[in-house]
């Protein structure tokens, strides 16, 4: 395993922003994890996993981190006789964190797998898809996965975690909070379900990418990590507050008092949408986007971020959270 020092941080964010890791590797299969959790203990310095910085923002200083990122291949569809299929005509595959999610979703389709054609597009590697439990158009990767495997780095040893045990919710999971760093994820589980005929899928998929990048920005043309807010859950007799004055506000409901309501809307609607804050703006065909318009740093961007935050919670005393990590 080859540790590389003072490795520009930018190259692997999507928003390119960012300074340098102190240190940075590749994992490649679970024996290069090992060795890294010992050379970070050995300089006593915390680890960072990423995968393809689809989610991530970096601190334009040096980050004093082994900075991983997980390169670890493996698709696996597992046999009936080895417990895949478990009723009926579902099925279990099993995937190394490192693969792109969007190459597995083609790869389940391709083999008459039905479940992920929703979640098509969505960038990022298949060991970051459990962090913030990724979702899209209703459908989120926990009705999907059977387990996780990690790599415990406060024990350096290999488990499984199940799905109940994920904890997950909107945007979240056991990962972003009380368990945040302690694992490294290796590979993901998944169980879907066996079809005759992919045509329906083949064409959903077609339909979602084509929809997701009509209003979302590449990352490789506009730097952007994807929506920047969460949608908000709020009490019902707010929602109620906000249609008196916005009648034809789209809010969704989520339980007997709660509603979520687009953040996009919620920003949109307090006159951001398409909005510059130095080299920061809102995207102007989707408000949920926040872009680098070229060469800002990570302060440009948490000021972006607390005055679009300020002027939001003004106008519909809602506080919006960020969903991206930024570290
Ligand atoms: C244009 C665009 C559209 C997007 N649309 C959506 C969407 O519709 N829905 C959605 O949910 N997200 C969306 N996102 C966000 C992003 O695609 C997901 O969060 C994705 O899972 C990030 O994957 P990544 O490999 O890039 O992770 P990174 O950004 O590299 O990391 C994200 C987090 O996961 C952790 N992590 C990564 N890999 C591992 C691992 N193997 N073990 C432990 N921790 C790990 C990192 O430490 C970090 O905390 C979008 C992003 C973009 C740029």
């Known amino acids: 395993m080859k540790i590389q020092e003072y490795v ?5 964010s999507s928003f390119k922003i960012g300074g340098q890791f102190r240190y940075f590797t590749e994992v490649l299969d679970k024996e290069d994890l090992s060795e890294a959790s010992i ?36 698709f696996e569809i597992i046999p009936a006789r080895a417990g895949g299929k478990e009723d ?25 797998l039905a479940g992920f054609e929703t979640l098509s597009a969505i960038p990022g590697t298949i060991g970051a898809t459990p962090i913030q439990n990724v979702g899209a158009y209703g459908s989120e990767v926990k009705d999907f996965i059977t387990s996780v495997e990690v790599f415990d780095l406060n024990s350096n040893t290999f488990t499984s975690i199940s799905n109940d045990d994920c904890k997950f919710g909107y945007r979240d999971s056991v990962f972003k909070n009380e368990a945040k760093r302690r694992y490294v994820i290796t590979t993901v589980s998944f169980k879907l379900k066996k079809v005759e005929d992919n045509t329906s899928l083949l064409q959903k998929r077609e339909e979602i990418t084509n929809t997701r990048w009509s209003k979302l920005p590449k990352p490789n043309e506009i730097p952007n990590v994807g929506s920047f807010f969460k949608n908000p859950i709020i009490s019902n007799e707010t929602a109620d507050k906000i249609k008196i004055d916005f009648p034809e506000a789209k809010f969704f409901p989520i339980d007997e008092n709660h509603t979520k309501i687009p953040a996009g809307w919620l920003i949109e609607n307090a006159g951001l949408k398409g909005k510059s804050f130095g080299k920061i703006a809102v995207y102007g065909k989707n408000a949920l986007v926040l872009i680098n318009n070229g060469g800002a740093t990570d302060d440009d961007l948490l000021k972006a971020k607390d005055e679009i935050v300020k002027i939001v919670k003004e106008k519909f005393g809602i506080t919006l959270e960020q969903e991206p990590e930024i570290v």
């Open 8 to 12: 520009d941080s930018k190259l692997h």
């Open 39 to 74: 050379f970070a203990k050995s300089k006593n310095i915390p680890i960072i996993a990423i995968g393809e910085g689809s989610n991530f923002i970096f601190s334009d200083k040096v980050l004093e981190v082994l900075a991983i990122k997980i390169k670890i291949k493996g």
């Open 88 to 112: 009926g005509n579902e099925v279990l595959i099993k995937v190394g964190a490192g693969e792109i999610f969007d190459e597995i979703i083609k790869k389940t389709i391709d083999e008459n």
